[in-house]
C-alpha cells in the first residue's frame, strides 16, 4: 500500500466538541421556527386561505424539512462509510463521480432511450452512480487505491460525465429547465413520497452499517493485520461500498446532486469531537441532516416570497467549500500521501530533434483538418476552391482550440512548477472554475457584457482562484492531499455559484452553459487573434522565467538563499498561469483536461531540461485539443459536441493509464 | 387525467386549413433561398411561404413548435448555440436572418451571405409589437404579401375572440410550463403568451416580476399563492413530470384543480413569434368556451 491510514487519534485542542454542535443544533431549530412564523400566506378569502396554508404547511414544507433531515443523514452516513472504506479523507459522492454519474444515467435513461422509462428512477441512478465508482476503482487499483489517485480519476470521470450530461441537454436543446433545476438539488416537495421511499433506505443502511461496524474498525488497520483478523476483506470492502453507493444513488434519484455533503458531514462530525469509528458513523449522518437542514430553510428564508433564494444543493456546495478549506489546518492524522514527481524513467538524448518531430506531427495534424471533414453526402477532402471557401469556418476554430491548448499546457507547467505538485493544474487547483465564477459575475453586473469584459471577469476570477491555492499550499507545506482537497473545496465553491445562476434558467444560463461546453464553434477572427496573441505574449516570457521555474519547487527557504524574491516571482508567474487559464478556458471552456496532460506527456516522453519541458508541453497541449476540436466537428453531424468534452475524453483516460502503467514498469 | 380538457377536433381542422393554406402559398414562385438561426424567425418565414433552405434544431422544432411544417428539403444546421457552417455553406442561402440572441454568429455568417438582424425579444419590449414589425419587415424584404395579411388577420382574430371570451368570468389566467414535477415557470405580462392574454382581455396571474420571458423556474407549492386563477399548461414537459404532479395530493386540493379550471394545450414554442401566438390564442377560444358551455 503506498500509504497505510491511522485513526485520527489526536485532535488539536481548540473548542470542545459540544460547542460546534451546539451551535449547529440551536441554528437549525432557531431557523426552522423563523421559516414556521414568516413564512409566507396564502392571500384571498379567510377559508381557501387557510385550507391552501394547510396543504402547504402538511404536504410542502413539512416533508421537505423531513426529506432535508433524511437526504442529509443519508449523504453524510454514505460520505463516512466511503472514507472509511476506501481509506481516504477525500472520498463522498461528488469525488468518486458517483453524483455526477447517476445524474448522466438518469439524463440518458429519462431523456434519451424513453425505453427505460418504465424502470425505476432510483435503479438507473445505482447502475449509473455504481458505473462510475467501478470506473474510478478500477482506474486506482493499481496504485493501491491511494487516495490521490483516487480522487483524480473520480474528478476525471465526474468531468467527463458530467459534460456527457451537458451534451446531451443541448443537443435535445432543453437548455434551460428540468435537467439543471434537479442537477442543482432543490429539494421542493408536494406530497410525502419522497419522504416515503427515502426514509426506509436510510434505516436500512443505518442498520447494516451498524453491523458493518466491527470489520469497519478492522479495515482501519492495514490489510495483513485484518486478515489475521479473519475479515474476509473483500467481501466487506464491496458490501460496504454498495452500501455507499446506493445511498448517495437514491439521494440523488430523488432530490438531485446535493454538493459536497458526503465530504463536509464527517468532517463536522470530527469537528465536533467524533473520535472513534462508530462514534463517527453516529456524527456524520446528524452533522449532514443539520447542515442540509439549515442550508435548506435559509435558502427558503432569504428566498422573495414563495419562492427559494437558490437550489438547496448548490447553497450546500456554497457552504460546504469555505467550510473545507478553513478545517484543512485541523484535519490531522490521514495518510500522508505524495504523489511523486513522475519523471519518466527514459531520457531523451537529443531533445531538439524529439522537439521538433512534435511540431511537424503538430503541423501534419494541422494540414489533416484543415482539409478533412463531413458534408452532408459523406467524407470530403477540400481542396483548391472549396478549401479557400471552408478556411474561414474551419481556420479560426483551429487557431483558437490550438492557442487555448497551448497556453493550458503552459499555464498546467508553471502551476505544477509554482506549488511543486506534480498534479498541479488549472482544472485541479480549481482555477478553472474560478473563471466561471468570474463570469458569472461579470453577466450579473453587465447583463449583457462584451467579450473583453467577460475575458476581463474570467482573469480576475482565475488570478483570485490560484492566489488562493498558492496561500493555502504555502501554508500546508505543498502537502499534495491538501492542495487536491483545497482545490477541489474551491472548484466546488466556484462551481456552485454558477450552477446557482444555471438554475435560474434564463439567458445568463444559456451564456454560462454555452461556456461549460466549451464549444470553439463560434470562433472567429476575435478568438483567433486572441489566443495567438496571447498565447505568444504570455508564454513567450516563461523562457526567460526558467530560474524562478527551476528554484521555486525547491522550497521558500532555499529559493531566498539564492537571492530569488519568493513573493514577486510567484505573483509574476501566478499572473501569467492566472490568465492564460482564463483565455483558454474563455475559448474552450473549462471542462478540458489539457493543462494536466500536457505536462505530464511532457515529462513522460523523457525531455528533462524545464525549457524543453515547457516547449513540449505547449505543442502537445495545442495538437491534443486541435485533434479534439476535429472530432466535435464530425461526430454527430450536422449537430457538433463541445471540443471542452472531446479532449477531456480523450486526455483523461490516458493520463490515468500512464499513471497505472508507470507504476507498474518503475 | 379526467380533469383537464384536450384540444379537440375543431382545432385539429383548423390546423390542417393553416397547414393547407401555407403548402399552396410555397407552391408559389420560390423567392430567394433564405436560412436561419431564430425559430421565432423560423416560424415566420415558413408561416408566409418564404423558400427556406437551412435552419437550425429541425428535430426538436417539429416536436415544440409543431407548426407550421417544415418541408423534407430544409437542411438541419445542428444547434441554435453552435450551428454547423459549413453546413449552411453547402445549403447555399441568399438571404440569411438571424435574431439577437444568436448575434454572435454574424461576423461568419455574413461571409455566406448578407444577414439581416430582427430581435423579437428585447428586455422591457413587447415580443408582440416586435414580432407584427419583424413579420413585416420580412415580408417587405421578400416581397410576400402574406406576412402584412398574416399580422392583420391574427389582429383581427385576437379582437374576435377578445369579445368572445368578454362573456367568460374574468378570472386571471397564469400560462404555466412544467420543468419536472416540483417546479414550473410561468409567463408573466411581458413574455409571448402574457402578451397574447392581453391581446385577448384576459388578466395574467401573475405579477411578479419577469424578464420578457419565462421567469425562474418556481416550485410547484406557490400554485397554491394564486387560488383564483385558471391553470394553463403548456407542453412541452418531461415525460415523467405531469403523471407525478396528477397524482399528488397537493395537486388534487388545489381550487383551480377541483373546480376544474386547469386547461392542456399542445406544444408551443415559448420563444415564439406570431405563429406560436396564433397557436396559443385559438387553443386558450377553444379550450375557454369549451369549458364555460361544457
Redesign the interface.
Known amino acids: 500500500m503506498p500509504g497505510t491510514a491511522s485513526l485520527p487519534l489526536h485532535m488539536p485542542t481548540g473548542l470542545p466538541g459540544f460547542v460546534p454542535a451546539a451551535a449547529l443544533g440551536t441554528a437549525c431549530v432557531a431557523s426552522f421556527i423563523l421559516l414556521l412564523t414568516f413564512s ?1 400566506q ?3 378569502d379567510t377559508a ?2 387557510a ?3 394547510a ?2 404547511l402538511w ?2 414544507l413539512l416533508p421537505r424539512a423531513a426529506i432535508a433531515l433524511i437526504a442529509g443523514a443519508a449523504l453524510g452516513l454514505s460520505g463516512a462509510l466511503l472514507q472509511r472504506v476506501l481509506r481516504n479523507p477525500i472520498a463522498d459522492a461528488s469525488t468518486l463521480g458517483i453524483a455526477s454519474g447517476a445524474q448522466l444515467a438518469l439524463t440518458l435513461g ?2 434519451v432511450l ?1 425505453l427505460l ?1 418504465g424502470v425505476s ?1 432510483e435503479l438507473i441512478a445505482f447502475a449509473g452512480g455504481f458505473g462510475a465508482v467501478a470506473i474510478v476503482l478500477a482506474l486506482s487499483w493499481r496504485r493501491g487505491l491511494d487516495p490521490v489517485t483516487v480522487a483524480i480519476s473520480g474528478m476525471i470521470v465526474s468531468l467527463i460525465a458530467a459534460s456527457l450530461s451537458v451534451t446531451l441537454i ?4 432543453e ?4 435537467i439543471h ?2 442537477g442543482a438539488g ?1 429539494l ?4 410525502w ?1 419522497g419522504v416515503i421511499s427515502l426514509a426506509p433506505r436510510l434505516a436500512a443502511g443505518i442498520v447494516a452499517a451498524a453491523l458493518l461496524l466491527r470489520p469497519l474498525n478492522v479495515l482501519a488497520l492495514d490489510d495483513s493485520s485484518a486478515r489475521s483478523l479473519g475479515v474476509a476483506l473483500h467481501a466487506v470492502r464491496f458490501s460496504i461500498l454498495v452500501l455507499a453507493v446506493w445511498l448517495s444513488a437514491s439521494v440523488t434519484a430523488t432530490v438531485g446532486i446535493i454538493g459536497f455533503l458526503g465530504l463536509a458531514a464527517p468532517a463536522i462530525a470530527r469537528l465536533c469531537g467524533a473520535r472513534t469509528t462508530g462514534q463517527v458513523m453516529t456524527a456524520a449522518p446528524l452533522a449532514g441532516a443539520a447542515v442540509l437542514f439549515l442550508a435548506d430553510t435559509l435558502t427558503q428564508l432569504l428566498g422573495p ?4 433564494l437558490v437550489p438547496t444543493g448548490a447553497a450546500t456546495a456554497l457552504l460546504g467549500g469555505p467550510l473545507l478549506l478553513l478545517l484543512l489546518p485541523r484535519v490531522h492524522g490521514f495518510s500522508s500521501v505524495t504523489a511523486r514527481a513522475d519523471t519518466s524513467s527514459r531520457l531523451l538524448r537529443k531533445p531538439a530533434i524529439a522537439l521538433s518531430l512534435l511540431a511537424a506531427a503538430l503541423a501534419i495534424i494541422l494540414a489533416l483538418v484543415l482539409m478533412l ?1 463531413l ?2 453526402t459523406g467524407w470530403s477532402v477540400a481542396l483548391g476552391l472549396l478549401f479557400s ?2 478556411l ?3 481556420l ?1 476554430r483551429i487557431l483558437a482550440a490550438g492557442g487555448a491548448g497551448a497556453m493550458l499546457g503552459a499555464a498546467g507547467f508553471v502551476m505544477q512548477r509554482v506549488t511543486g505538485n506534480p498534479i498541479a493544474s488549472p482544472e485541479v487547483l480549481g482555477v478553472s472554475s474560478g473563471a466561471g465564477a468570474g463570469l458569472t459575475a461579470a453577466l450579473f453586473l453587465f447583463g449583457f457584457p462584451s467579450p473583453a469584459i467577460m475575458l476581463l471577469g474570467m482573469a480576475l476570477g482565475s488570478l483570485a482562484a490560484f492566489l488562493v491555492m498558492i496561500a493555502i499550499a504555502g501554508r500546508s507545506g505543498f502537502s499534495a492531499e491538501r492542495l487536491l482537497l483545497a482545490g477541489i473545496a474551491i472548484s466546488a465553491f466556484c462551481m456552485a455559484i454558477v450552477s446557482m445562476v444555471l ?5 445568463r444560463s ?1 451564456i454560462l ?2 461556456w461549460m461546453s466549451g ?1 470553439t ?2 470562433a ?3 478568438e483567433a487573434w486572441t489566443a495567438m496573441i496571447a498565447l505568444v505574449v504570455l508564454s513567450a516570457p516563461l523562457f526567460l522565467m526558467i530560474r524562478w521555474l527551476t528554484i521555486l519547487p525547491l522550497g521558500t527557504g532555499l529559493s531566498r538563499s539564492v537571492g530569488l524574491g519568493v513573493l514577486p516571482s510567484r505573483l509574476a508567474l501566478a499572473i501569467l498561469a492566472a490568465l492564460m487559464t482564463a483565455i483558454s478556458s474563455f475559448l474552450v471552456g473549462p471542462l478540458s483536461l489539457t493543462g494536466l496532460i500536457a505536462p505530464h506527456l511532457a515529462r513522460l516522453l523523457g525531455f528533462r531540461r524545464l525549457q524543453h519541458q515547457l516547449a513540449a508541453a505547449i505543442l502537445i497541449g495545442a495538437g491534443v485539443l486541435i485533434m479534439a476540436d476535429w472530432l466535435s466537428r464530425i461526430v454527430i ?4 459536441v ?1 471540443v471542452g468534452l472531446f479532449a477531456a475524453l480523450i486526455g483523461g483516460p490516458y493520463l490515468l493509464w500512464l499513471l497505472g502503467y508507470k507504476e507498474r514498469t518503475a | 387525467m379526467p380533469r383537464v380538457q384536450k384540444f379537440t377536433r375543431r382545432t385539429l381542422l383548423s390546423t390542417a386549413a393553416a397547414l393547407a393554406a401555407t403548402r399552396v402559398l410555397q407552391a408559389q414562385d420560390a423567392g430567394p433561398r433564405v436560412a436561419t438561426l431564430d425559430w421565432a424567425l423560423l416560424e415566420t418565414l415558413l408561416a408566409i411561404g418564404a423558400n427556406v433552405v437551412a435552419a437550425t434544431e429541425l428535430r426538436q422544432f417539429r416536436q415544440v413548435a409543431v407548426e407550421p411544417d417544415v418541408p423534407a428539403g430544409v437542411a438541419d444546421l445542428g444547434l441554435r448555440g453552435s450551428p454547423n457552417f459549413e453546413a449552411l455553406r453547402f445549403a447555399r442561402p441568399d438571404l440569411i436572418f438571424n435574431s439577437n440572441f444568436y448575434a454572435s454568429a454574424d461576423p461568419l455568417m455574413s461571409r455566406i451571405a448578407p444577414v439581416e438582424t430582427h430581435a423579437i425579444y428585447r428586455p422591457g419590449e413587447s415580443p408582440y409589437v416586435l414580432a407584427e414589425q419583424a413579420t413585416l419587415a420580412i415580408g417587405e424584404r421578400l416581397q410576400r404579401p402574406a406576412a402584412r395579411r398574416m399580422v392583420e388577420d391574427l389582429a383581427d382574430k385576437l379582437d374576435r375572440y377578445r369579445n368572445l371570451l368578454a362573456k367568460g368570468d374574468g378570472r386571471p389566467v397564469l400560462p404555466i410550463n412544467l420543468g419536472d414535477a416540483r417546479h414550473y415557470r410561468v409567463f408573466g405580462s411581458d413574455s409571448m403568451f402574457g402578451e397574447v392574454l392581453k391581446r385577448l382581455g384576459l388578466v395574467n396571474a401573475w405579477t411578479g416580476a419577469t424578464s420578457y420571458s419565462a421567469v425562474a423556474p418556481m416550485g410547484i407549492e406557490t400554485l397554491a399563492s394564486m387560488p383564483e386563477a385558471r391553470i394553463v399548461l403548456i407542453p412541452p414537459h418531461p415525460m415523467d413530470a405531469f403523471g407525478a404532479l396528477t397524482e399528488s395530493a397537493f395537486w388534487k386540493a388545489l381550487p383551480a384543480v377541483r373546480e376544474n379550471r386547469v386547461l392542456m394545450v399542445g406544444s408551443i414554442n415559448p420563444y415564439g413569434a406570431l405563429p406560436a401566438a396564433g397557436r396559443f390564442a385559438d387553443f386558450l377560444a377553444e379550450g375557454f368556451s369549451h369549458a364555460r358551455n361544457g
Open positions: 409566507p396564502v392571500p384571498g381557501t386561505a385550507t391552501l396554508d396543504i402547504l404536504n410542502s429519462l431523456g424513453p422509462s428512477r443541448l443537443a435535445r436543446g437548455y434551460a429547465m428540468s433545476i434537479w432543490a421542493n416537495q408536494q406530497d413520497n416570497g414563495f419562492s427559494d471533414g458534408t452532408d471557401e471552408l474561414p469556418f474551419r479560426p438554475a435560474q434558467g434564463d439567458m444559456y452553459l454555452n464549444s464553434n463560434r472567429g477572427a476575435f453531424y450536422p449537430y457538433q463541445p
